[in-house]
């Protein structure tokens, strides 16, 4: 009993996945396995890996290159998104927008002011990499101008000591009315 309240507890939190298995006559198995959510909690070499293949690009590629590759893989975690966000209204796009960065690993919030939009990143998935490699630091904010599909400025920095990340996009006045009313 006590392993099966552990296992439900796990299932609950979505650490564990159960798959039921028959085997002819009689009661099923119980297949238990961990889900992703749970595998990202172990130790892993992912960021040794990084920096290695991140190394190796920065060698045999021109600054240039570097930044546009990085910008592509972040239009591609766009497009996934394209569809969900493209036809939503600018309020809803902001919720979606928040939603997909923490699917992504980040903390996020977002703070109106008169014209503009502050996000705030609390976290980053990237921190120990970025400190290496900052070029990575273009992801999010490729990511999020183009989920917006408004130019974005980042106005604050993890990497030059300021508390988190923040981006700022600027409104225009018919965008400021629409983020306004849904509130």
Known sequence: ???RHHLTNLQAEALVSVEEVRHGVGRPHHLFSLTEQALELFPTRYYRLTNRLLEELKDRLPDDRLRALFASVAENMADEYA?????????ERLERLVALLRDEGFDAEIEESDQQLLIHELSCPF????LEHPEVCLLDQTLIARALSLPVERVTWLL?????CTYAVDL???QAEEVAVSD
Do not use: A, R
């Open 127 to 130: 921190l120990h990499v970025g």
């Open 160 to 164: 030059e000591g300021d508390l988190h």
């Open 83 to 91: 569809d969900q966000l493209q036809s939503l209204p600018l309020p």
């Open 1 to 3: 009993m006590s392993v």
């Open 172 to 174: 225009q006045p018919s």
